[in-house]
């Protein structure tokens, strides 16, 4: 085709066993194309190799990579960095590690000028300033004579885009650019992109494991799994016909409400008034007001710093509580975890994020739930035994698993490991902090499902800590939004959702992606 | 490549413990006996000829591999035990304690080691007790320095958190979360502090501070026989070889163990 | 930047201060005090009482430290218990010695390892890589008296190209230092590599593994420019705190390796000293090298400082 900047014709690379197989693809110019997939597709590989670089052990197998009209694996080394300097850019997700730390920002993002036309320090200047102008950096005059460590994250992650830009290339590559940023920022660096791609004409790849984001940027998707693709079409089709089970599944899940856990009494089981916590003399958090009822699934969103995990943490007896009243069914919570007598920290369960770090390594799975089983009730034996095959159904394992370490289990097994040594507590309330944020996008699913047919089984209640305010419509009664420490709005989900009172609801709303058509233009 | 270094590394440090451990059983002369002609050539006088008074070499190197090994795998577990523990009660009780502990091994680590036991070996005298006790002493800093952050790590980890938000005691801590996890590590440095050990207490012989005449470990064999080397004897260099075999062959079983288990490269 | 200065500077003195009351304590506190040390076990409790007399050791614990810290701060270490000269007398020619010996073998040293260090890194994995590392890790398990006995053996009885032992040479010059030289240097320079060019490598490898180089790889830039623009500068603090380091092993290399030669320096002088438990020099020494040692680590700290842009800028400025 004439237009043409990128096609790839049957790639296959290896490392130990096949990362990448057949993968086929062309993007046009003034076009974004979008790549999604989970943890483990093969995305950064893919990215690596439009560029002509392969990561160490891994092995070109077959296929060619065609960009801008040269067969990039069939260069010589001067010559593929060559049409790296001229003819492409990429943009790495995490901005504070991709900068060099020993440069100003200026000298690093116009270093192409330099080496490939020779522009003198005072005209990059000036080059330098009207990207970050046009990229809505602050200070666009002085901001290049900043170092790396003196800007924000999402400065640099346009301050990126801008040095991608410098070479005025056929093609950029979005390696996950917001994956890091907060919904607002998310929505900037979006608007940007789609401003850039229009404005300048060249080809974009964009990668994400976000479908919300990739559908609303790219005029094209790929899905890709396991290295291998699984559907290509226009964005549209792909979203309104999938042909393939794995894409119908991707797109039900952002699409489709789950049905909501009956909400059984609105009895307060915690109640807090005028709460505050932090660490040292510094309150994160403050005048806090805030009911859980029994029964209920309250969500706390916000985004990050905003003090939602400290709030968490604090009523979980973590956090020094610096004023106001907590009371845990009617009776005065006790501040300090230590001092909490030992059928208090049964009833409260908290489980962390990241389940690589909330299981020790070394336990076995029987092990890690049957503790809580001995320590509360004092279980063990055959009792336990049978109590441990009851939570592994519990939780939807085999009961197999109860021999293994966590190191051979997938991220959403460990998170279902975490949330049965929970219930081994018997817990009356969960304290979830983003148990779901480092899951992939149907794990992420299967495990919420997991928590609401929990939910209907047991007298649970469930404080829920999510940056993300549109998963939180799907299953919340109630929800908190924090701002900098204090609780902007909390009232019953359908009032959040359907008639917001405040701006700051209002805008994270507005900044989060969802699926129907035109979602961005209309943010343009 | 390295389970072949491995492999050799393990056989020739079983073959020199055995050594050690058989010495009276396979030594051919008493080390303290005069048996061959002064200095004489290996093959007339033995299998590594003899020393100045007419000893025999082999079975005094035989010898001083007890006293080598010996010295230090005792300073080995001993610092072992004062270090890691140290480091397991700053890592989990923050605070005060962290400080002081981090501060004294500072400024011990601040002087060089063998200066260190120069220093204090001229004062206490030198004894098996003196030496062993000075050794560990120094060598406990360095365990110290090594396990504490590691075991700040493992003390930082949500898990650590899901132990305390049920409750548990200390001894739970130490035993069930922290040590587990601390045990590869732990077991790298410990090799690591056996080879360093070993060059210690020879470099400390071999300057007369260490093992006393008439008995020898490997350094002050060196030591003896040194005049011998000036007049194209190698003597000398059969002990001074025998430690580097025992460092060598340590230092390959920790490689070997280290890339097993990934540990971070800082150690050492 | 100050507050990282002082605050260092703070640490290091503490350092200090904790060595002096270790090295005191050492020689107040443990049996077998100076003047037995210096009279034997024969000696009369007389002799001994007015020796102790003599030496100040009747008066009162603090006030001892504080006239000892005094004193050593002024230069004066007292008198050697073993020829009853002042202790910087004998001391300091020693010290010019082992300065030599030292600051010899680390100019050889330095740019052989460092370049060894980083090529090693450069072509990771190469022919060349495998040599060094196969060859430090012999080095490494060597004990270093090993490495001089071998080069005594091999230049100097064998070849004959060097004197076995290290004689002062009252007369002659340059010349006949540098034979005198030659052999430990050769031995510290053999010692010393093999650690510098461990740690050079390792430091490398880590900047070569960073992000911001992965960058500048796509965006086309060579390889010699990644290394020498991208990737050196900021392994610089690193190997500026390996060279200094470095050069406080090599002093530390220098007692065996003087005693191995007979080399009259500081080491020399302190081990024979241990055997005449000559103690005022034995704590002299000791806290000279201590001093050598802490000022050696404060150097490295601030010159890591000055070409780290973090720790230069504030983190928010213009």
């Known amino acids: 085709m004439e237009n043409t900047v990128l096609s790839i014709e049957g790639l296959c690379i290896d490392a130990r066993a096949p990362i990448l197989q057949d993968i086929s693809l062309a993007v046009r110019a003034g076009e974004i194309f979008g790549v999604i997939g989970e943890s483990g597709a093969g995305k950064s590989t893919l990215a690596m190799a439009m560029v002509g670089l392969l990561r160490a052990g891994c092995r070109r197998v077959a296929g060619k990579v065609t960009l801008s009209g040269q067969s990039l694996f069939d260069l010589s080394q001067p010559q593929l960095e060559q049409v790296r300097r001229r003819k492409v850019s990429y943009v790495a997700q995490s901005a504070a590690a991709a900068f060099n730390p020993f440069y100003r920002l200026g000298d690093q993002v116009t270093e192409l000028a330099a080496l490939e036309l020779g522009t003198p320090a005072a005209e990059r200047r000036k080059m330098a300033a009207d990207l970050f102008r046009e990229l809505q950096l602050p200070n666009p005059e002085t901001f290049g004579a900043r170092y790396p460590h003196q800007v924000s994250g999402g400065q640099l992650q346009r301050a990126m885009i801008a040095m991608a830009l410098i070479n005025n290339p056929d093609l950029i590559i979005f390696d996950e650019p917001t994956t890091a940023l907060d919904v607002t920022t998310q929505l900037e660096v979006m608007r940007l992109i789609r401003k850039i791609v229009t404005a300048r004409g060249c080809g974009a790849i964009y990668i994400s494991h976000d479908l919300a984001v990739v559908a609303q940027l790219a005029d094209r998707l790929m899905v890709l799994r396991h290295g291998k693709v699984i559907e290509t079409g226009a964005t549209r089709t792909l979203m309104e016909t999938p042909q393939q089970d794995y894409t119908r599944a991707l797109v039900a899940n952002k699409t ?69 009243t907590a009371t845990f069914q009617g009776k005065p919570l006790v501040p300090r975890l230590e001092d909490r007598p030992r059928d208090a920290r049964r009833r409260m369960q908290y489980i962390h994020q990241l389940p690589d770090l909330a299981l020790n390594p070394r336990q076995t799975v029987r092990e890690a739930i049957g503790r809580p089983l001995a320590f509360f009730a004092g279980v063990t034996g055959a009792a336990a035994e049978a109590r441990l095959r009851q939570l592994m159904r519990d939780v939807e394992l085999p009961e197999e698993f109860l021999d293994r370490y966590p190191g051979s289990l997938s991220g959403g097994q460990k998170q279902r490991i975490c949330i049965a040594r929970a219930l081994a507590a018997d817990p009356e309330v969960l304290i979830c902090d983003e148990v779901t944020s480092a899951l992939d996008p149907l794990v992420e699913e299967s495990v919420i499902q997991l928590l609401l047919r929990l939910m209907q089984q047991r007298p649970l209640t469930l404080l829920f800590i999510t940056h993300n305010l549109g998963l939180t419509r799907r299953f919340a009664h109630e929800v908190a939004v924090m701002q900098a420490g204090r609780i902007v709005e909390f009232a019953p989900a359908e009032t959040i959702f359907a008639a917001p009172r405040e701006a700051y609801t209002r805008t994270l709303l507005d900044a989060t992606p969802v699926m129907e058509r035109g979602w961005l233009e209309a943010r343009l | 490549m390295r389970n072949l270094g491995f492999l050799l590394s393990l056989a020739a440090f079983a073959v020199l413990i055995l050594a050690a451990l058989l010495a009276p059983l396979i030594a051919p002369y008493l080390p303290s006996e005069p048996v061959h002609a002064p200095y004489a050539a290996p093959g007339d006088g033995g299998l590594l000829g003899a020393d100045s008074l007419g000893r025999d070499m082999f079975s005094r190197i035989l010898y001083g591999l007890r006293y080598t090994l010996g010295i230090s795998l005792t300073v080995a577990v001993l610092a072992a035990c004062a270090g890691v523990s140290l480091a397991f009660l700053a890592a989990f009780r923050r605070g005060w304690t962290d400080i002081l502990l981090g501060r004294l091994v500072d400024a011990i680590m601040s002087v060089p080691q063998i200066i260190f036991a120069l220093v204090v070996l001229a004062v206490a005298g030198v004894s098996l007790t003196t030496l062993i006790l000075t050794m560990a002493v120094l060598e406990a800093t360095l365990f110290y320095r090594v396990i504490r952050p590691v075991a700040a790590d493992i003390v930082a980890m949500d898990y650590v958190e899901v132990a305390r938000l049920r409750g548990e005691g200390l001894g739970w801590y130490l035993r069930r979360e922290i040590l587990p996890n601390a045990a590869p590590t732990l077991i790298a440095e410990f090799g690591i502090r056996i080879a360093y050990a070993v060059l210690f207490i020879s470099g400390l012989s071999f300057l007369g501070v260490g093992v006393q005449p008439p008995a020898a470990d490997l350094g002050g064999l060196v030591r003896e026989n040194a005049l011998a080397i000036s007049v194209g004897q190698l003597s000398p260099l059969a002990p001074a070889a025998c430690i580097a075999l025992i460092t060598l062959s340590v230092n390959g079983i920790v490689d070997w163990f280290i890339h097993k288990y990934s540990i971070r490269a800082e150690l050492g | 930047m100050r507050d990282f200065i002082v605050s260092r500077g703070i640490s290091g003195a503490v350092s200090l201060f904790i060595v002096t009351l270790l090295v005191f304590a050492g020689t107040a506190l443990l049996p077998g005090d100076a003047a037995s040390a210096l009279l034997g076990q024969n000696a009369t409790p007389e002799a001994l009482e007015a020796i102790r007399r003599n030496l100040g050791l009747d008066q009162p614990l603090i006030w001892r430290y504080l006239a000892w810290v005094g004193h050593a701060a002024q230069g004066d270490f007292g008198q050697s218990l073993a020829s009853g000269r002042p202790v910087a007398e004998v001391l300091l020619p020693r010290l010019g010695n082992s300065l030599l010996l030292a600051s010899v073998a680390a100019v050889l040293l330095l740019p052989f390892a460092i370049g060894g260090g980083i090529a090693a890194a450069i072509w990771q994995d190469s022919w060349f890589d495998r040599v060094l590392g196969f060859t430090s890790m012999l080095f490494l398990a060597m004990p270093a008296f090993l490495v001089g006995y071998i080069l005594i053996y091999v230049l100097a009885v064998r070849l004959g190209w060097f004197p076995s032992m290290s004689v002062a040479p009252l007369f002659g010059g340059a010349s006949a230092w540098a034979k005198i030289l030659a052999l430990p240097v050769i031995s510290l320079v053999i010692i010393g590599q093999a650690h510098t060019m461990k740690l050079t490598r390792t430091a490398i490898l880590a900047v070569l593994a960073t992000d911001y180089v992965l960058m500048a790889e796509v965006k086309g830039i060579s390889r010699r420019r990644i290394i020498l623009r991208h990737a050196l500068p900021n392994a610089l603090s690193a190997i500026l705190s390996i060279s200094i380091l470095t050069v406080a092993y090599l002093i530390v290399d220098v007692v065996v390796i003087e005693i191995v030669f007979s080399y009259p320096g500081l080491g020399k002088l302190m081990v024979d000293s241990v055997a005449y438990r000559d103690l005022t020099v034995v704590q002299a020494c000791g806290l000279l090298f201590a001093l050598i040692f802490i000022g050696m680590n404060f150097l490295a700290d601030l010159l890591a400082l000055l070409v780290n842009p973090r720790q230069r800028v504030p983190a928010r400025g213009a």
């Open chain 1, 256 to 324: 489709t409400t789950s049905p909501a856990v009956q909400a059984r009494t609105a009895q307060p089981i915690i109640a807090l008034r005028d709460f505050a916590a932090g660490y040292g003399g510094v309150s994160l958090v403050q005048d806090i007001s805030l009911d859980l009822s029994a029964g209920h699934i309250t969500c706390l969103v916000g985004e990050s710093g905003s003090g939602k995990t400290t709030l968490a943490r604090a009523i979980a007896g973590l956090v020094d509580v610096h004023g106001g």
